[in-house]
């Protein structure tokens, strides 16, 4: 985190340098003094990115998953609107821009990420089973656990900026602003099985599930750790995904004009870098209501489960701004 918000910062230092006005000689006071005229007031920017989505829930969190890097893209449309000031100049009426900007868009966002681990063991004491008798030992052994999601929102993002584009040369620009995303499409899922082993004191006997066990007590062998066909009361591969998901977003970099031959450039290229992150959940909580207590939760999604998820995403953005 601390360094993609130092490469931010470079970013725009570097940027305001470039576009600081230098006024050395009499040749450059003509350039100087359209410079801020010549700043775009209107214009529509086209926008991609990439960036890596990080999720974090109080399940997955724990350091038995693996978790592959995951892949989030999105593209946007905007339209940006430059603050103005109206000054007197040669007894005229010139707008000159201001440090701010403003703007709102419509986009389609899509983040998918995995997690798995290979082999693990839950170990919990005096567990109630289905019957409300005490098992002293319960141990659970999951292998070859692997889950999958794949989420799509439809974004309409609104923005602060601080900078101004200009047409003539490299500026820098530092953006604030919020994202509502509305879930469109969505895949999850998971597969693995486990073995559960119960041992009672009272009884003075162990409960093999590798010998057939008791399936009504959930003791039996190689069952699948999203689905119980054997039990219908138990929701297969369980997850509440959140339908609206609220973001906030910084991100600051460099726009690169192409000057045409007048100089003032009517397409200006635009590289940043970018860091969202859900204000709200993209997912709710869900409860644990099966083996409570077990490190892993069975019939439900863990990375969409626990208390809930949020995502960070770290990433960057090119776009194409055309000035109107």
């Given amino acids: 985190m601390k360094k993609i918000v130092f ?15 230098v006024e050395n ?38 350091d038995f998953w693996n978790k592959k890097v995951g892949m989030g893209i999105d593209f946007s449309v905007d339209f940006r609107q430059q603050f103005m000031k109206t000054e007197v100049k040669d007894d005229e009426f010139v707008n000159t821009p201001r440090w701010f900007a403003v703007g709102a868009g419509l986009g389609v966002s899509h983040l998918r990420q995995s997690i798995w681990f290979d082999q693990h063991k839950d170990v919990l004491t005096k567990y ?23 989420l799509t929102y439809l974004d309409v993002p609104i923005y602060l900026e601080i900078g101004k584009l200009n047409r003539e040369r490299i500026s820098g620009f530092f953006k604030f602003g919020v994202k509502a995303s509305v879930l469109v499409s969505k895949e999850v899922k998971g597969e693995g099985l486990y073995t ?22 959930g003791f039996y062998t190689d069952v699948g750790c999203y689905s119980d066909p054997k039990n ?24 690169i004009p192409f000057s045409g031959a007048d100089r003032v450039a009517k397409v200006i290229l635009r590289v940043s870098a970018k860091i969202d992150y859900s204000i709200t959940p993209i997912s709710k909580a869900v409860p644990d209501d099966y083996f409570e207590g077990a490190s892993f939760r069975l019939y439900q999604s863990n990375m969409l489960g626990g208390d809930g998820t949020k995502v960070l995403s770290v990433g960057g953005m090119i776009g194409l701004i055309f000035c109107l």
């Fill in 196 to 217: 559960a082993n119960g041992k009672y004191d009272v009884w003075g006997c162990l409960i093999h599930g590798n010998y057939g066990g008791i399936p009504e007590l």
């Fill in 7 to 21: 490469i931010l910062a470079f970013l725009y230092s570097f940027a305001t340098f470039a576009q600081v006005d």
């Fill in 232 to 255: 219908e009361k138990i929701a297969k591969n369980e997850y509440k995904l959140s339908p609206f998901v609220l973001w906030g977003s910084v991100s600051g970099g460099v726009n």
């Fill in 128 to 150: 109630k089973d289905n019957d409300g008798d005490t098992c002293d030992v319960l141990t659970l052994d999951y292998k070859k656990v692997r889950e999958e999601i794949a």
């Fill in 25 to 62: 000689d009499d040749a450059d006071d003509f350039v100087n003094q359209d410079i801020e005229i010549r700043a775009a007031e209107k214009a529509i920017i086209l926008n991609m990115g990439y960036n890596i989505p990080i999720l974090n829930n109080n399940l997955i969190k724990q």
